[in-house]
């Protein structure tokens, strides 16, 4: 199936009055239709030059990006319009108009369109609905929660009925109740209407909660991109570990020899593995860490384990955890 996104060596590049700044450098990425695809990276990683580059905000040095099969760098400033029509934007700080009510908020693009007064107030309002705010219809954004705040964004967004809503940091600004919240809705409006969603963020607790695929981008570079289950299980790059692994509390043991990381599926996190396995080789571990992610819905546990010294045991011991369908990872010291 063709996608609906094709990202083929995209290269962007700011000539800034002292130095060149390469912000891409051969990016290539294929997004599908109905995919809630994660885009993770630090601070300064070129994340979000990224998403703008995939509706022509800013336009690429090199490469190609194809939305819809249309490479957008061979469309006339009239046909690009047309074609940002299927591709919604939701952003970290809601840009809302201040002087507008929320309904008036979620009509503006309809208005622009050219949509008659009642229809664009009643359309609004269905997708107020969809966002639980229809009674906040008449209020103005300073009344409004951060959470409420981003719901209307969205509603404004889902009124000009995209095919693709490019969602930029849009939980930064959250708490981390308010931030599941926008989550789940985003899930919901991906399920029911089949939106593809692009998240851009720098937290890979969102991108466990809610994306089935992750590209993740380190200096302008595609370190590792893939199923976000399978880059969690075992996450190859530098980056996607440091990531992973921001979580973790840094204790100094971490830097101890022989740790290894493990992973439980819902069948093996019911029996007792480790207890089991201490058990059968009388020897102890040290468990570092231990905690319980969220991934798509799916609970995987996790831990961080210190293996006895002795190379023997240690080895019998990944053995063991192995063939209890556990996915093992040793650790060179823990990634900072």
Do not use: W
């Amino acid at each position: 199936m063709e996608p609906i996104i094709k990202i083929e060596h995209l290269e962007k590049e700011f000539k800034l009055k002292e130095m060149d700044v390469h912000a891409l450098r051969d990016v290539s990425l294929d997004i599908h239709k109905g995919d809630i695809y994660g885009i993770i990276g630090m601070s300064g990683a070129g994340k979000s030059t990224l998403v703008r580059c995939l509706n022509f905000l800013e336009r690429p040095t090199g490469g190609t990006v194809t939305v819809n099969g249309k490479d957008l760098s061979k469309l006339s400033e009239k046909e690009l319009r047309e074609a940002r029509k299927d591709i919604g934007m939701i952003f970290q700080h809601f840009n809302l108009l201040m002087q507008r009510s929320v309904i008036d908020n979620v009509c503006f693009p309809l208005e622009i369109a050219g949509m008659q007064k009642a229809q664009a107030r009643k359309k609004a309002m269905e997708y107020l609905k969809i966002v639980g705010l229809e009674e906040k219809a008449k209020a103005y954004p300073v009344q409004l929660s951060g959470g409420q705040k981003q719901r209307v964004a969205i509603a404004r967004v889902l009124a000009s009925d995209p095919q693709i809503l490019l969602c930029d940091e849009a939980t930064s600004a959250l708490d981390p109740q308010t931030t599941k919240s926008i989550l789940q809705l985003l899930k919901e409006i991906n399920r029911q209407y089949g939106i593809t969603i692009v998240v851009i963020t720098h937290e890979m607790a969102v991108v466990q909660e809610i994306c089935s695929h992750v590209a993740i981008i380190d200096q302008g570079n595609l370190a590792e991109h893939g199923k976000v289950e399978d880059i969690f299980l075992a996450p190859k790059s530098r980056e996607a570990k440091r990531l992973i692994y921001q979580g973790y509390e840094k204790v100094a043991e971490m830097k101890g020899k022989r740790c290894v990381r493990i992973v439980f599926s819902e069948n093996s996190s019911f029996e007792p593995v480790i207890g089991n396995m201490v058990l059968a080789f009388k020897s102890p571990v040290n468990i570092l860490y231990a905690n319980t992610k969220d991934l798509d819905g799916v609970a995987k546990g996790e831990m961080v384990l210190q293996l006895p010294e002795d190379e023997e045991i240690g080895h019998k011991m990944i053995a063991y955890l192995k063939n209890a369908r556990l996915a093992v990872e040793e650790l060179e010291g823990y990634v900072d």
